[in-house]
């Protein structure tokens, strides 16, 4: 398996020249062009509501900024920044050195304002991916604001205490503008979790896991713009864990909870330790599970996130070992020209971030037999039992497209309206409708403001999922379904269900459905 996090300098500047011979685009000369003209805008000057009295009052922006990644040369990044207007100004965390947004820690029920000023100069909105918030507040696309102005949101945190995360979603463009540095976490806690007394404070680690490529003057490089690119998603060549390269934690001999985020645009992990010790998981998408389970490796798709626990306390100082990411087959035929020199194309073995044990510290922790409590999924309950949704991810034209359709702003087809207090059924199939085969590849698939169980993976040639638990965000390999039940409970009007493969849904592999109150 090959260590990509060298260790001296020496070594780091080989393995970044390797990295660095790519032609390309500086990604934020690229943003600035139009590639998706005619979006419509739907944005809405609004006033706090005086009936809100938020425990938690925030002023987001997303602004151009130079972050020191590499010696030399800053890097030009867009990024989050935020500051407290009303409440305890230790919920907003900012990651050192990283391009990251800062992390938003809030408690369940927790009542939140946060006003979003758009400072880059393309239309942006903020959606919260995970949580579960009335239309307006999701950040549905047509909510777009152009540089300079501001959306406010409030809403009441009614999620289960977990990993949550933000990121732009203007259409066209969320793909770039995630890539460009715009994207952080929301820690959500509760009384059921925190009573569990799972590893804290240093103990609990959150771990943002992307792929970023650079050019000589460490600027980022995104698309080529060649179609092949397009179709299979971006690929970056050096693996960045909080917004830095060459990751390593420094540990002691204790348990850590470990919150990985997959934030890459397209690449898909297959975690491993590299000790051949097991994946302790404990909670994924939507919270913790009920009891922890053990993989030997976990596939970790775009957009979706896992929780681990591990246990240092019988390793000596000085031992070192790696979360890896395991070879597999993505099923990705899309090489073109710069796919064939891809130096990591989708499936590649390497390494993710390092270990350290550093501090002999007392204090081993014992890991809960049961986590939490998450009522079964019952099938028979939802009303089109007999006759579930079906949605085939197709390919047509070079397009990507969800049963042959593409996006549009306020289109909503008769398959996709739901009743507001239902539940559903949905069956997603990776089969491109039995045509071209050979044009098959991965897709994450995301539903926006509904955590949902995976009822049954079919035509499965992988192991490693973890559809335990709530997932916002499922991964279908080639020639896989997957049944979900989503339960429609509450919040009436339009969100989104699209592929997380970025490139895929800014190509139009997304559209609405609309959730109706009559
Ligand atoms: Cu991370 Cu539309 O979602
Ligand atoms: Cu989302
Ligand atoms: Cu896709």
Not at 122 to 132: A, D, Y
Not at 289 to 311: N, S
Not at 389 to 411: C, E, P, Y
Not at 446 to 470: A, C, M, P, T, W
Request: glycine fraction near 10%; include cysteine.
């Amino acid at each position: 398996m090959a260590n990509q996090t060298p260790d001296t300098s020496a070594e780091r500047g080989n393995a970044r020249r390797q990295f660095l011979k790519l032609a390309g685009f500086g990604v934020l000369g690229l943003l600035t062009g139009n590639f998706f003209p005619g979006m419509g805008r739907f944005a809405s000057a609004q006033d706090p509501d005086t009936q809100f009295v938020p425990d938690l009052d925030i002023s987001l922006s997303a602004r151009p900024d130079k972050i020191a990644i590499f010696p030399g040369a800053r890097t030009a990044v867009w990024r989050y920044h935020a500051t407290i207007q009303k409440g305890d100004s230790s919920r907003i965390v900012e990651i050192p050195g990283s391009y990251l947004g800062p992390i938003i820690n809030v408690h369940r029920g927790e009542k939140i304002r946060i006003r979003f000023t758009n400072l880059i100069p393309q239309e942006s909105i903020v959606h919260w991916h995970g949580l579960h918030v009335p239309a307006v507040m999701d950040g549905h696309p047509r909510y777009v604001i152009p540089q300079g102005q501001s959306y406010l949101y409030e809403f009441e945190v009614n999620n289960r205490a977990g990993t949550y995360w933000y990121h732009p979603h203007p259409h066209g463009r969320t793909g770039p503008q995630v890539y460009g540095g715009l994207a952080g976490l929301f820690l959500v806690s509760d009384d059921e979790e925190q009573a569990l007394g799972l590893p804290e404070g240093e103990y609990d680690v959150p771990m943002v896991i992307q792929d970023r490529t650079f050019d000589m003057n460490n600027q980022l490089v995104y698309m080529s713009g060649h179609m092949m690119e397009r179709m299979s998603g971006f690929l970056g060549d050096l693996i960045m864990v909080n917004g830095m390269p060459y990751f390593t934690l420094p540990v002691s001999t204790r348990c850590y909870r470990l919150r990985l985020l997959n934030g890459s645009n397209s690449r898909i992990y297959k975690l491993a330790w590299e000790d051949g010790r097991p994946l302790t998981i404990i909670g994924t998408d939507g919270g913790l599970l009920e009891k922890p389970i053990q993989r030997r490796y976990a596939f970790l798709g775009p957009a979706e996130r896992l929780e681990i626990w591990v246990d240092f306390s019988d390793d000596a100082v000085g031992f070192e070992t790696f979360l890896a990411s395991l070879p597999f087959d993505a099923g990705d035929r899309f090489g073109g020209p710069r796919g064939q020199h891809q130096a990591l194309p989708n499936g590649a073995a390497f390494s993710i971030f390092k270990i350290k044990v550093v501090k002999q510290e007392a204090g081993r922790q014992t890991l809960p037999a049961q986590l939490s409590k998450i009522s079964p999924p019952r099938q028979d309950e939802a009303v089109n039992h007999f006759n579930p949704k079906q949605f085939f991810l197709t390919m047509r034209h070079m397009q990507w497209s969800i049963n042959g359709r593409v996006f549009q702003m306020d289109a909503v087809a008769d398959d996709e309206i739901v009743r507001l207090g239902s539940k559903e059924i949905w069956e997603f199939h990776n089969t491109n409708g039995g045509m071209m085969n050979m044009m098959n590849m991965a897709h994450p698939i995301h539903l926006h403001g509904k955590q949902f169980h995976v009822i049954e993976r079919s035509g499965v040639h992988h192991d490693g999922y973890v559809d335990e638990g709530l997932k916002d965000t499922v991964l279908l390999m080639p020639g896989e379904g997957i049944k979900i039940l989503v339960d429609f409970a509450d919040y009436p009007g339009l969100f989104l269900y699209h592929c997380h493969n970025l490139e895929h849904e800014d190509m139009g592999m997304m559209r609405n459905y609309y959730v109706a109150s009559k």
